[in-house]
């Protein structure tokens, strides 16, 4: 079945230690996104592609980067994980159908990554 | 005022009863729109789309109403199954890219 595959389910880091987590998809999307979900609280979009043009939203801490250094896949990468960035990760993927860079279509989501910070 | 706004709930119904959401968006440039259920420590999954016609998908309907800027989710005859969390989903077209903006959410739990 075409998905979106998240590694790993589970993630522990140290404070400070760099961590990537990592998404692949088979619905041969155009469109990938990565949000970080707090509990309780609402998916936050930290950024996205557009096939190869990359969209970081303006409050996404410095922090956060990401690589899609394919259509299948994509990495979000934690340079120096802070305890506030303890949360669940979730990779996304559309269609991009519509004008300029946006897709007007649903998203699909991985299972997502839980990420704890020790 | 957040852009997209949700009672977050909990709705508490009995099984067998209509239970209707709403989700309210701030920036009328909106295009296009979703629901999604998300099941506790789960990652959200698509609902339904919800056209300017007005959708619907066995129990549940969804509606949108652009004059006043909300959509809405309508389920009939709710099942245990149905207790979850419902997120409205608002995308729109800003400086070149898409803004995709999430509620957080309605609680429902529906009770036996």
């Known amino acids: 079945d075409a998905m979106v595959i998240q590694n790993p389910r589970y993630q522990v880091t140290q404070f400070g230690k760099p961590v990537t987590l990592s998404c692949s998809q088979t619905l041969n999307h155009n469109v990938m996104y990565w949000y970080q979900q707090k509990s309780s609280q609402a998916p936050k979009l930290l950024f996205h592609y557009y096939d190869k043009d990359f969209n970081n939203e303006a409050d996404t801490p410095d922090n956060f980067q990401s690589r899609r250094p394919n259509t299948s896949f994509c990495f979000l990468d934690i340079r120096s994980p802070g305890l506030g960035d303890a949360a669940m990760y979730l990779c996304?993927?559309?269609?991009?159908?519509?004008?300029?860079?946006?897709?007007?279509?649903?998203?699909?989501f991985g299972d997502g990554t839980r990420l704890s910070i020790l | 005022r957040k852009e997209v706004e949700q009672d977050p709930g909990p709705f508490n119904v009995p099984e067998g009863a209509t239970v209707a959401f709403n989700c309210t968006y701030s920036n009328s440039a909106s295009q296009s729109f979703f629901w999604y259920r998300q099941d506790c420590r789960k990652e959200p999954k698509l609902l339904m789309s919800v056209y300017s016609s007005g959708n619907e998908d066995g129990r549940f309907t969804a509606q949108l109403n652009r004059a006043s800027q909300y959509i809405s989710l309508l389920i009939r005859d709710s099942k245990l199954s149905d207790s979850a969390t419902y997120l409205c989903?608002?995308?729109?077209?800003?400086?070149?890219?898409?803004?995709?903006?999430f509620g957080t959410g309605t609680k429902l739990q529906v009770i036996p």
């Open positions: 996304a993927t559309s269609r991009g159908v519509g004008t300029g860079f946006y897709s007007n279509q649903p998203q699909h």
């Open positions: 989903v608002v995308n729109r077209y800003s400086g070149g890219y898409q803004k995709v903006t």
